[in-house]
């Protein structure tokens, strides 16, 4: 007998405009149901579960009903389940179920029907709550994954495959400080890794949610020198020289995908440290499949103003910030909405970090003499409509690009600038044309990532006198201040997850004019401004006044006027 839910979810009696909306919002591609529903409305995902599981008779799990739960994913792959966002397990009675986060994704039940071999009872959960469940459970089934995707990539010796099983039977000390510490930060969510040499031996810090996270030391010097050898080894680097910097990759097997590792060496006063670059190109790959601009969390005047920048059918969107601040994602996100599969879309990049279908992606390779400038060259003798250039460093590379706009293309780019106005000063310094720059120029987006107040641990939070002062909030009505007390969600930070804040900059005639006679930059401000320009800091104020995140983490990512 084939497997089928006990319970599963019916037709609402009566459909509401809400439920319309979001079904609307699902088939164009806007996330799933229950989060259209959850935006749609004033209510919480908690709240929300129980209204639709009251509406379509099923049963709404909470956290700590999760936790009593005997989790037994009946041979669905953890890394799967986590993806997917499912719990199965058992119940007190030793019933089957499956806990979902979105009941009216009618292909997860499909696909569940199929995969498991008993009934099941179909539940609810938030999804966050899901996640945790998994979470907590998780040690044990990557032991059993880990087993898994060893026996599956026993033919390959190309990745370093990365599993408590495997680490627990590592017979080298160093190999298994290695592998462990490789392994829990992919377990966090690291973006990068660093090990930083110290007189005592090595700290371990990683770079979750864009902020640095001391994580543990390694006692020792020598330890700390074979720590770092290990890594030049699995890099394919010179272990002998520890007088210059040195820059590698190697690719590790987790949870059932092969990771990327971009790796760099530094000399340093107390032997040599290192930093891994995190580059889960599957998993981004997955993500990138429901990767919009609202899911980045851009408000709707930033959306509406980079969606019409985006279908123009000629000149020039420019990205801007920091290394980090989710530059190049704004930028896929951009292309995915408009890849119809009308126009020819090519990227250059520096690396590859999302693989895009029916887009040509070029990698960057400057020990074969392909530079951004020199692709760009080639790009544009391969009939594209729209060109994405990963970065412009130099004023050939963009003295190409704003000729490329000039001459019937869409460029989307990037560049590092503090803000939309030092862009411009940015491309005068590498000697491009005042008047071609302006004439090329759609756009400008400047961008940063705040973190999220954690939803389980946040609390009211108004902040003392002195840092309203310095913010310049005194005697501003309106703010809903929260801020996160820590808790198992969010590892005790008080913030889980990022979105993106932009200033934006539509250029117009007088704007032109003004860059090109290159007045004032006040008077230039006052006139953004007169156009609707808000600032960073102000896109950012709007998120501690709705308390979605704390004025501690917007004066740490923006400039305090």
């Not at 008077?523 to 960073?536: S, V």
């Amino acid at each position: 007998m084939s497997a089928q839910p006990l319970t599963p979810p019916s037709t609402p009696v009566a459909e509401l405009s809400p439920d319309l909306l979001a079904r609307a919002r699902a088939r164009a591609g806007r996330g799933s149901v229950m989060q259209a529903l959850i935006e749609l409305s004033a209510a919480s995902p908690e709240d929300m579960r129980d209204r639709v599981a009251a509406r379509l008779g099923l049963s709404a799990l909470r956290s700590a009903d999760l936790n009593a739960l005997a989790m037994n994913l009946g041979g669905i792959r953890f890394s799967e389940a986590l993806s997917r966002s499912v719990v199965v397990a058992e119940d007190a009675a030793g019933l089957r179920i499956a806990v979902v986060a979105d009941p009216y994704d009618l292909a997860l039940q499909d696909w569940l029907a199929a995969t498991l071999h008993d009934r099941f009872e179909l539940c609810l959960a938030t999804r966050d709550d899901i996640t945790a469940a998994l979470a907590r459970f998780e040690d044990s089934q990557r032991a059993s994954a880990g087993l898994l995707d060893e026996n599956a990539q026993a033919g390959s010796s190309a990745a370093e495959v990365l599993s408590l099983a495997r680490i627990a039977d590592d017979a080298s000390p160093v190999v298994r400080v290695v592998n462990s510490t490789l392994y829990d930060a992919l377990k966090q969510g690291a973006s990068d890794i660093h090990l930083e040499s110290v007189p005592a031996g090595m700290q371990v810090k990683y770079r979750v949610d864009g902020v640095m996270v001391r994580v543990g030391q390694i006692a020792g010097a020598d330890t700390a020198e074979q720590v770092v050898s290990r890594i030049k080894v699995l890099a394919e680097l010179d272990i002998a020289e520890r007088r210059v910097p040195q820059d590698g990759r190697f690719k590790v097997a987790y949870a059932g995908r092969d990771i990327d590792l971009r790796v760099s060496v530094m000399p340093s006063v107390h032997g040599e440290d290192a930093v891994l670059r995190v580059l889960d190109k599957e998993h981004l790959t997955e993500e990138l499949q429901a990767l919009t601009l609202e899911s980045l969390g851009f408000d709707d005047i930033a959306r509406a103003a980079m969606r019409k920048l985006a279908a123009e059918p000629y000149g020039m969107l420019l990205v801007t910030g920091p290394t980090g601040s989710g530059k190049t994602t704004s930028l896929y996100a951009t292309i995915g909405e408009i890849n119809h599969g009308l126009d020819k879309i090519i990227t250059i990049e520096d690396p590859v970090e999302y693989q895009l279908p029916g887009v040509l992606q070029i990698p960057v390779n400057e020990k074969k003499g392909l530079t951004f400038a020199r692709g760009l060259r080639s790009v544009l003798r391969h009939d594209p409509d729209k060109i994405m250039v990963g970065e412009i460093r130099d004023g050939e590379t963009a003295e190409i690009a704003v000729q490329a706009a000039l001459t019937g293309h869409l460029v989307l780019t990037t560049v590092h600038a503090n803000n939309v106005f030092d862009v411009i000063g940015r491309f005068l310094h590498m000697g491009v044309d005042p008047y071609n720059l302006v004439s090329a120029l759609n756009g400008i987006v400047a961008q940063r990532l705040l973190r999220l107040n954690c939803r389980h641990c946040a609390v009211p939070q108004v902040p003392d006198d002195a840092l309203l002062a310095e913010s310049g909030l005194v005697g501003m009505p309106g703010f809903d201040f929260r801020a996160g007390a820590g808790c198992g969600h969010c590892r005790g930070t008080g913030y889980k997850g990022r979105r993106a804040i932009a200033e934006l900059l539509v250029l117009d005639d007088e704007l032109r004019e003004l860059i090109v006679t290159r007045a004032p930059m006040r008077q230039l401000k006052d006139a953004a401004r007169a156009r609707g320009t808000r600032t960073l800091r102000e896109a950012g104020l709007a998120l501690v006044a709705s308390g979605e995140t704390s004025l501690a983490e917007l004066n740490r990512v923006t400039f305090v006027v």
